[in-house]
């Protein structure tokens, strides 16, 4: 019996030891909790993600909470039910006991407050994820000592491959577009290299369905991140909302398919945000408080038709136009297959990247005017209001006897009318003349 009962104190002592030692291995994970924010066995089931306070800033303006890896905004009901609440502890690490003894607590979101707020969120390329001291104010940056503003921008994690490699992208762009392709290539690597500087003029695409361009824009949406890269159609472009406008490249698909907006209304809209200034834009989004971003976004237009897709005036300054003339027909044996297996296979991506990269930009001046292409002045000439050509015929004719000279006057006048694409006012003062000798 004596063994039995020294097994049995044994026993006793033992799971006395270990229940000091999961005590002791408890509060250590509750100092470290306290210390880092880390959740403590949190959401170790299958399909959670372990989460902790350094995922989250509080947004204070609406009194929610961003997960830093999305830009997502949380609620706090969501982010108390994924993280614990805080053990208070006292400038030495140890816990701060109520009258009954017990550890007392704060609520994570309430701890997210105190240390972690934030008092903006915007989105600006070539920032910190946090950008301390200043606040945006009425388009632009103002100073102020602890403040803290929230960078929605997150860079592309995209490693770059082969310069040397890229040739079958380049390829593809000098198919499609011969006469442009190297006005494009810089623009893009532009996007790439120097996404916190404004590009003053957006890209139009243009040709027939099935050509690629799609195909031509995929090498560049990897470069600057997919997330970076944005695509809309022209009825959301009008809408209310437009956090698409948080983007590196920004593709406006099938202008054409305008709907019930106005073609014009279009131009005069997009022109906001095609070029700088405004230094900074209102982003709208649903179920959020509109706030300030960074205008940054280059502005890529894609169009299947001249005549009768977006306005262009003569005097734009905005667009670049680059126009093809091949077809779906221009592209076999195995054409896709191969570029497309390229990209997913042969690190097609990595090496446009680091073409884009490597590119010499020096001379590429975001700010000018882009050249103006013929097949602007096609667009242009097909959104020009006809010139009525009657406009002589509603003028009374001349009594007879009519004088010959004004007759062959009238003969040029005509055929000046007629030839010319724009109305100066030399032709009213040939009217005024004629009205004279009329006289």
């Avoid at 200043?134 to 803290?148: F, I």
């Avoid at 000098?174 to 500087?197: S, Y």
Wanted: glycine letters at 8%.
């Amino acid at each position: 019996m004596g063994n039995g009962t020294q097994s049995a104190g044994s026993t006793q002592s033992a799971s006395s030891s270990q229940t000091r030692l999961r005590s002791a291995r408890s509060a250590q994970r509750q100092r470290k909790a306290a210390a880092t924010g880390t959740q403590p066995g949190a959401a170790k089931g299958a399909g959670h993600a372990v989460l902790s306070r350094s995922d989250f800033y509080g947004y204070m303006v609406e009194g929610r909470y961003i997960y830093t890896p999305t830009g997502d905004l949380w609620p706090a009901k969501s982010v108390n039910a994924r993280l614990p609440a805080v053990p208070l502890v006292d400038n030495y690490g140890n816990p701060v006991l109520d009258a009954d003894n017990n550890p007392m607590k704060i609520s994570a979101t309430k701890w997210i407050d105190q240390n972690q707020p934030v008092e903006q969120m915007t989105w600006v390329p070539g920032e910190p994820m946090l950008i301390h001291d200043r606040l945006v104010h009425k388009g632009g940056w103002k100073s102020r000592n602890g403040a803290t503003v929230f960078n929605l921008y997150c860079p592309p994690l995209i490693v770059p491959g082969n310069a040397a490699e890229a040739q079958m992208w380049l390829d593809h762009i000098d198919k499609i577009f011969p006469d442009d392709a190297e006005h494009i290539i810089k623009w893009l690597a532009h996007r790439r290299q120097r996404p916190h500087e404004k590009v003053n003029h957006a890209l139009v695409l243009g040709g027939a369905q099935g050509i690629g361009k799609d195909a031509m824009m995929e090498g560049a949406r990897h470069a600057v991140g997919a997330w970076n890269f944005q695509e809309v159609g022209p009825q959301q472009v009008m809408g209310r909302f437009n956090d698409w406008l948080k983007s590196v490249i920004l593709r406006v698909n099938e202008a054409r398919d305008l709907g019930e907006v106005n073609r014009y209304s279009f131009y005069d809209h997009t022109k906001s945000f095609i070029a700088s200034p405004p230094e900074t834009l209102s982003c709208d989004e649903k179920n959020t408080k509109a706030y300030p971003i960074f205008n940054r976004c280059g502005v890529v237009i894609t169009t299947n038709h001249k005549a009768d897709g977006i306005f262009l005036p003569s005097d734009d300054r905005r667009h670049y136009v680059a126009w093809s003339n091949l077809t779906r027909a221009d592209f076999v044996g195995g054409y896709w297959d191969r570029l497309w297996g390229w990209y997913a296979n042969g690190g097609g991506y990595r090496h446009v990247a680091a073409y884009l990269d490597e590119l010499d930009i020096s001379k590429f001046d975001p700010k000018a005017p882009p050249p103006q292409t013929a097949a602007f002045w096609d667009i242009v000439d097909s959104n020009s209001t006809p010139r009525p050509r009657s406009r002589l015929a509603i003028v009374s004719p001349p009594p007879a006897p009519c004088d010959n000279a004004v007759v062959s006057e009238i003969s040029e006048v005509s055929e000046t009318d007629s030839a010319e694409t724009e109305s100066p006012t030399v032709k009213k003062g040939a009217f005024e003349n004629m009205e004279v000798k009329n006289h």
